[in-house]
């Protein structure tokens, strides 16, 4: 068989195939990273107007967090020590509660009534990240909800779930 009878009976075949694989796939949409919008029973009995954690594939997204005593919301009484641990460890249940840790977090973002107060909140912060210490932002802002001294929101990543 010559090259040309050859090329006679491929190229058919594989426009056979190739069209096979296009009808096939019409139907399918694609097919996105699956959102879930995870919101504890502390925050639902609270009323509260947000979702604690969004998951977004192997992503997770967390709202920001206060050193506010869980399932209530009150700061903690005391010292601003006692608050930037409470806040952390709000945190880190919220991560855990979700399937991470963290030593998944990627990126945070902290937000400070004074900025002065950086090195304090530096203090308590760095104990939380064993392994690594994640990417970070941070601004100040005129005021913080319920009169809060900081407020530290996270991305942290997770096992994607199999679709």
């Given at each position: 068989?010559?090259?040309?009878?050859?090329?006679?009976?491929?190229?058919?075949?594989?426009?056979?195939?190739?069209?096979?694989?296009?009808?096939?796939?019409?139907?399918?949409?694609?097919?996105?990273?699956?959102?879930?919008?995870?919101?504890?029973?502390?925050?639902?009995?609270?009323?509260?107007?947000?979702?604690?954690?969004?998951?977004?594939?192997?992503?997770?997204?967390?709202?920001g967090m206060l050193g506010i005593e869980p399932g209530t919301m009150r700061l903690v009484p005391g010292a601003s020590r006692k608050r930037r641990r409470r806040r952390s460890e709000n945190i880190r249940r919220v991560l855990e509660?979700?399937?991470?840790?963290?030593?998944?977090?990627?990126?945070?973002?902290?937000?400070?009534?004074?900025?002065?107060?950086?090195?304090?909140?530096?203090?308590?912060?760095?104990?939380?990240?064993?392994?690594?210490?994640?990417?970070?932002?941070?601004?100040?802002?005129?005021?913080?909800?319920?009169?809060?001294?900081?407020?530290?929101?996270?991305?942290?990543?997770?096992?994607?779930?199999?679709?």
């Amino acid at each position: 068989m010559n090259a040309q009878t050859l090329a006679a009976y491929i190229l058919p075949a594989s426009a056979a195939v190739m069209m096979c694989l296009c009808i096939a796939s019409a139907g399918e949409k694609p097919r996105g990273p699956d959102v879930e919008y995870l919101t504890s029973e502390e925050t639902k009995k609270l009323n509260l107007p947000f979702s604690d954690t969004v998951r977004v594939g192997g992503t997770l997204y967390l709202s920001g967090m206060l050193g506010i005593e869980p399932g209530t919301m009150r700061l903690v009484p005391g010292a601003s020590r006692k608050r930037r641990r409470r806040r952390s460890e709000n945190i880190r249940r919220v991560l855990e509660r979700n399937g991470s840790s963290m030593d998944r977090v990627v990126k945070c973002t902290v937000m400070m009534a004074d900025m002065a107060e950086w090195p304090r909140m530096n203090a308590v912060y760095v104990t939380y990240f064993k392994k690594h210490l994640p990417a970070r932002s941070a601004l100040g802002a005129s005021g913080l909800a319920l009169g809060a001294r900081v407020e530290i929101e996270c991305i942290a990543v997770v096992d994607a779930k199999n679709p």
